[in-house]
């Protein structure tokens, strides 16, 4: 399920708003904040945004990751340590896996303060990161949030197992399969099953962020935000965009 607020009985230090606060909006029909961009001015400001618009911000990525490619990449350089203490500006938030094989920064050659960038095992989005989303799209400025998926992912083939032979996960890890389950589910089988599964996630993740109000939904309304799909092949290096646009 996705939310846009989250109270637990203690101070929502993000949204920097006092329980009681919200209660009394409640109370009076609506909520404190009249809108969901009233309390950004509470945050830290940084460096300003840098403006760049959503396709040039995927062609960043897909020259990132021709380099890369290339054996080519240019990224580290020392001297953004220093430049980046006082704010930074990433242009895109990555939704991108845990594995360990796929680290975004790598993948598309870019260095500090680049990318705003979110990792869980099966590259899926629940409340927490949905506002890690929001934030690097309302607060730091990114224009762009591309779901990246990979060949041959573990947790993407625990999800098929799940469906198939009906596996059970111990500890929490049956958390993470759960909500790559659908995705599963919405195939026919067959000997491809967890690599078209591994698309069909990023999709669905995809088509869940576009519908995600009110932040993501503003943005793609008014051409500031592009949310896209792309998967990694860990036996090349290369990442194909055209899954999900």
Same mark, same amino acid.
């Given at each position: ?5 989250? +109270?637990?009985?203690?101070? $929502? /230090?993000?949204?920097? +708003? %006092?329980?009681?606060? =919200?209660?009394?909006?409640?109370? *009076? ?25 959503? $396709? ?6 897909? $020259? ?11 990224? !580290? ?20 896996? %845990? ?34 989303? /929001?934030? !690097? ?10 779901? =990246?998926?990979?060949?041959? *992912? ?19 890890? !049956? ?11 919405? =195939? ?58």
């Amino acid at each position: 399920m996705w939310y846009w607020i989250r +109270i637990a009985g203690r101070q $929502e /230090e993000a949204a920097m +708003i %006092s329980r009681r606060s =919200l209660l009394c909006g409640a109370g *009076c029909g609506c909520l404190a904040i009249s809108s969901p961009f009233a309390a950004l001015p509470a945050f830290a400001k940084g460096k300003p945004k840098r403006g760049i618009k959503p $396709e040039k911000a995927l062609e960043l990525l897909k $020259e990132g990751n021709a380099a890369f490619v290339q054996g080519a990449c240019t990224t !580290g350089a020392p001297g953004r340590i220093h430049e980046l203490a006082d704010g930074r500006a990433p242009f895109a938030v990555i939704i991108a896996c %845990s594995d360990s094989r796929t680290p975004p920064s790598a993948l598309f050659n870019r260095g500090l303060g680049d990318l705003f960038i979110i990792r869980v095992a099966g590259n899926t989005v629940d409340s927490s990161g949905l506002g890690s989303i /929001e934030y !690097g799209i309302s607060v730091l400025g990114a224009s762009l949030v591309l779901v =990246l998926g990979h060949t041959h *992912c573990g947790v993407v083939n625990a999800a098929v197992k799940a469906v198939t032979e009906k596996a059970k996960f111990p500890g929490s890890i !049956g958390t993470i399969v759960a909500p790559i389950i659908p995705a599963v589910r919405s =195939l026919k089988g067959g000997d491809d099953l967890a690599e078209r599964a591994v698309t069909a996630n990023v999709q669905r993740v995809v088509s869940r962020l576009k519908a995600a109000k009110p932040i993501v939904t503003k943005g793609l309304q008014d051409g500031s935000v592009k949310v896209a799909g792309a998967v990694y092949d860990i036996a090349t290096g290369k990442v194909d965009f055209g899954v999900a646009a």
